[in-house]
């Protein structure tokens, strides 16, 4: 049995012609028994309605339908835990990742590989921002993490059973799917793919939800970022320092009005009220996350399952 897990937010328009896709993949490869978990996250289009349809005419399609969006990392997550293959494959339902690769990584899992991980060479029609962002972002995350995480490395990958069981016990709220696989380390090999443009429909990652991932891997992964504020803070406190030294003779034992009062107490205070700004801000962002750990509340809210005995 192998699982194919399937997050799924506004993306009616798309459903069918993946799924069709899909089987034409799966066909081809008899030797394994097959599941489609799709996980709705609280889509507001017809998706649901059609995954409906789908649960319907193919025992072998499975849907929950979370009661609201929780989010593509909680999905991910949700689909992870229901699935009961020997692996488990998680893909995207634009198209954007072709399901023809997924042959590729049963031949790889089958000889011993326990993580197999989608890489895109580059993907079409995709905005300038995102390109520069997503650049940013793996350059930045592999100066401080201390996970290995390959730059333009997807979600869409496959994990082995015992890599599953591993993912379902660890309980982080603010999570990204990607991060944790990488984070559980075993053998990891790659595949490069060209990412077509989406079918139909838009984005659902906007820029927001991609700096709040952004933002929750760096806390999650890493403690650079409360590191560096000590850093900055004492750099800042040396520059200030030997700034005052300068001034403060200069201004009261040599009495040159070359630095008054009032700019000794600006520079002064200016340097002081930014250490603390930058501190408070990044610890706040820890504390955030501590926050969410703390209140223990359940990951996802299940509203409606189909086809799971």
């Given amino acids: 049995m192998i699982s194919i897990v399937v997050p799924v937010f506004c993306e009616g328009s798309n459903i069918i012609r993946f799924y069709e896709r899909l089987n034409e993949v799966t066909d081809t490869l008899s030797s394994h028994a097959w599941e489609y978990i799709f996980v709705n996250d609280g889509s507001t289009d017809n998706s649901y309605e059609e995954l409906q349809n789908l649960a319907g005419a193919d025992k072998k399609v499975k849907v929950l339908n979370f009661s609201r969006n929780f989010g593509k990392e909680i999905a991910l997550s949700a689909g992870v835990e229901a699935a009961s293959g020997s692996a488990v494959i998680t893909i995207d339902a634009d198209l954007q990742h072709p399901p023809e690769l997924i042959p590729a990584m049963i031949e790889k899992w089958g000889k ?3 993580i197999v991980v989608a890489i895109r060479k580059k993907t079409e029609k995709q ?3 995102r390109k520069i962002g997503s650049r940013v972002f793996y350059w930045l995350m592999g100066k401080i993490s201390d996970v290995d995480l390959v730059s333009q ?8 059973r015992k890599i599953a069981n591993i993912f379902k016990v660890i309980t982080e709220r603010s999570r990204m799917y990607r991060g944790i696989i990488d984070w559980i380390g075993f053998k990891k090999e790659y595949i490069e793919f060209n990412a077509d443009a989406r079918m139909e429909g838009k984005p659902v990652y906007s820029y927001r939800k991609l700096i709040n991932l952004a933002l ?8 650079f970022p409360l590191r560096i504020a000590g850093y900055f803070g004492i750099f800042i406190t040396l520059i200030s320092g030997m700034l005052l030294l300068i001034m403060l003779p200069t201004h009261f034992i040599f009495k040159s009005q070359y630095f008054s009062s009032l700019s000794i107490v600006v520079v002064s205070n200016t340097f002081l009220i ?6 408070l801000g990044l610890i706040a962002l820890y504390i955030g996350n501590i926050h969410n750990e703390v209140i223990n509340r359940p990951l996802y809210i299940i509203k409606d399952r189909l086809n799971f005995d």
Avoid at 216 to 223: A, G, Q, R, V, Y
Avoid at 274 to 279: A, E, N, Q, R, T
């Fill in 112 to 114: 011993g590989v326990d």
């Fill in 216 to 223: 929750n891997s760096m806390t999650s992964f890493s403690l």
């Fill in 274 to 279: 930014g250490i603390v700004l930058i501190s």
């Fill in 153 to 160: 490395a997807t979600d869409f990958r496959l994990i082995d």
């Fill in 127 to 129: 905005p300038l921002m």
